[in-house]
């Protein structure tokens, strides 16, 4: 953890490729995952007419399509007040109930911390 913030650099790190997914595409939310290797997964939200996914939705999507067995993390950043409850069924698929949600607003300041599954 860095002194600074109290938050694992790993962890920052997929906080800012969130924020930078979020920023580049202009859309409602960022989110970026780590799998069981070290990879990471970002992704913005995706608005089309026949589907409909938010960012973290998709950043597993791409995990589990690139060969991911597990995530050591995810975060998503978003102007919400928490995780939507299917971005976190979706994290507790591929990672299990215990892998944590990272939720941070659109400046990149982590809001909370949750398990995937309560």
């Given at each position: 953890m860095t002194e600074s913030t109290g938050i694992d650099p790993e962890d920052t790190?997929?906080?800012t490729l969130a924020r930078s997914a979020r920023a580049r595409?202009?859309?409602?939310?960022g989110a970026a995952v780590r799998d069981e290797t070290g990879r990471t997964y970002v992704a913005g939200t995706v608005a089309l007419d026949s589907l409909k996914l938010s960012a973290l939705q998709t950043a597993v999507a791409m995990a589990v399509a690139s060969g991911a067995r597990s995530l050591e993390a995810a975060a998503v950043v978003t102007e919400a007040g928490a995780p939507a409850d299917a971005d976190r069924a979706a994290v507790a698929d591929l990672g299990g109930p215990d892998t944590p949600v990272l939720l941070a607003g659109p400046d990149g300041t982590l809001k909370s911390t949750t398990p995937a599954r309560p």
């Open positions: 790190k997929i906080i595409n202009g859309v409602p939310e």
